[in-house]
Nanobody, 120 residues
Framework: QVQIMESGGGLVQAGGSLRLSCAAS????????MAWYRQAPGKRRELVAR???????NYDESVKGRLTISRNNAKDTVYLQMNSLKPEDTGAYYC??????????????WGQGIQVTVSS
């Protein structure tokens, strides 16, 4: 069983910054990828940023240069540093972790979502 704990969301004015954290715990053998997704009301969930076990990253074009994803492999934790925030960044942010459990099977776990609201 793998559990996801997210933190760091909140309300911020346009141009401000927030840092999201996501910690995975449980029967984890290895993590292949960690990512942040965003979903606004009435919209589909979209990928914001992803980081692979190799350290390779990819971002949605709308956040490049403003948001940075990083990880601490020893702590099974991923971070999303969000700078120069825009109202369009508002939404529920979900942490996604993919890997292999200690018992062999692959897992694909999601956090419950954390709200980020950017006011203008």
């Amino acid at each position: 069983q793998v559990q996801i704990m997210e933190s760091g969301g909140g309300l911020v004015q346009a141009g401000g910054s927030l840092r999201l954290s996501c910690a995975a715990s449980g029967t984890i053998f290895s993590i292949n990828a960690m990512a942040w997704y965003r979903q606004a009301p009435g919209k589909r969930r979209e990928l914001v940023a992803r980081i692979l076990s190799s350290g390779s990253t990819n971002y949605d074009e709308s956040v490049k240069g403003r948001l940075t994803i990083s990880r601490n492999n020893a702590k099974d934790t991923v971070y999303l540093q969000m700078n120069s925030l825009k109202p369009e960044d508002t939404g529920a942010y979900y942490c996604n972790v993919q890997g292999r459990s200690k018992y062999g099977p692959l897992f694909d776990s999601w956090g419950q979502g954390i709200q980020v609201t950017v006011s203008s």
